[in-house]
């Protein structure tokens, strides 16, 4: 889908693709605002920024404004996304079967507030893409061992690049599930930027690395980066995300 410029189109979030309850999944709708940016001919990290959870099964406005494209309901501005020059800087990779190893670690097995979570829930196999993080042995690194669902492409067959950003989101805010040990915040961080650009394509059924790092705090903002690498170590994806602690 593209937003051609000056033109309205309209998004509807399936129930599938939620995060928090009732809302979309911050990475699958940050994915899908930057496929419309990309899908018109830009090659750049693409930066979107949620303002307002995104509600599921209701009509939404698409709209190309400038070199941007805006989301919203009615009168509320949800999102938008634009182009950015800002190289991105990848975590390091991580072998498959140090990924796969490290998931036994995931701190969500043992309490997950957002169990239904497109991404990192604990969906069943072939829902969710069931991306489990957990810290990589002598590394500041999460990683998980992604095994691609087979009923996750488009009508063409590919996966798209929503699926591959939702992959990208949530380990980014695992990554700093261990500086919150003994003291989590009453509620989970909220996404509220992620910044990402996908090079290669993802293919169903493939094995992949998703590999994140805490790289910051500010307040009640923190900071971390992640990465989806191919087996032999090839990039396929890279983000950096600003999740939002809440009051």
Not at 125 to 143: K, Q, S
Request: hydrophobic share 40%; proline share 9%.
């Amino acid at each position: 889908m593209t937003a051609a410029a000056g033109l309205q189109t309209v998004l509807t979030v399936p129930k599938r693709f939620r995060g928090p309850e009732g809302t979309a999944n911050g990475g699958w709708i940050a994915g899908t605002l930057a496929g419309t940016l990309t899908g018109a001919g830009h090659e750049s990290p693409v930066e979107v920024t949620l303002r307002r959870p995104v509600p599921l099964e209701t009509g939404l406005t698409l709209e190309q404004v400038g070199n941007a494209v805006v989301l919203s309901v009615g009168e509320s501005h949800l999102a938008e996304a634009i182009p950015v020059a800002e190289p991105l800087t990848p975590p390091p990779f991580v072998s498959f079967t140090d990924a796969a190893r490290a998931e036994s670690g995931f701190p969500g097995l043992h309490g997950h507030a957002i169990a239904g979570c497109f991404a990192c829930g604990l969906r069943e196999p072939g829902d969710g893409l069931r991306i489990f993080p957990g810290p990589v042995d002598g590394t500041d690194l999460v990683a998980a061992g992604w095994r691609v669902p087979f009923n996750v492409t488009d009508e063409q067959g590919v996966v798209p690049g929503s699926i591959i950003w939702a992959a990208l989101d949530c380990a980014t805010g695992w990554a700093h599930h261990r500086a919150f040990t003994g003291a989590e915040p009453a509620r989970p961080p909220l996404l509220g930027r992620l910044t990402g650009q996908v090079f290669r394509r993802v293919y169903p059924m493939g094995r992949y690395s998703v590999v994140a790092r805490a790289t910051g705090r500010e307040g009640r903002k923190i900071f971390g980066t992640s990465a989806v690498y191919e087996v032999d170590g090839t990039l396929v994806a890279a983000a950096q995300a600003t999740w939002i602690i809440p009051k």
